[in-house]
């Protein structure tokens, strides 16, 4: 059984920083992508940040230049460094694993296979 669980989430003003992690656990394939998504009330889910096991990364536009996605492979950890927050990063943040090697960072919520239960982050203004 797969187990993906987030922490770190909480409530900040805006400028402050938060950590987020995920352990992944109990997987019988090697993890290809871990990446992290959020969900804001009435939006769509969206790529914030993605690393592959090779340490390639993508960032979302509206994140690119504030958060730091980071991996340790041989914890199955995830982190995402979020500094500079901003009302509008307000929504549930889920951490995703992905055993599908397409050979290029995987960037849509469809192309993984493993989610956490997410983690809230709410930014005052």
């Known amino acids: 059984q797969v187990q993906v669980v987030e922490s770190g989430g909480g409530s900040v003003q805006a400028g402050g920083s938060l950590r987020l992690s995920c352990v992944v656990s109990?997987?019988?394939?090697?993890?290809?992508?871990m990446g992290w998504f959020r969900q804001a009330p009435g939006k769509e889910r969206e790529g914030v940040a993605i690393?592959?096991?090779?340490?390639?990364?993508y960032y979302g536009d509206r994140v690119k230049g504030r958060f730091t996605i980071s991996r340790d492979n041989a914890k199955n950890t995830l982190y995402l460094q979020m500094n500079n927050l901003k009302p509008e990063d307000t929504a549930m943040y889920y951490c995703a694993a992905s055993t599908f090697d397409m050979g290029r960072l995987l960037t849509a919520p469809s192309e993984y296979n493993h989610w956490g239960p997410g983690t809230q982050v709410t930014v005052s203004s």
């Open positions: 109990g997987y019988p394939y090697d993890i290809y992508c």
């Open positions: 690393i592959d096991r090779d340490g390639s990364t």
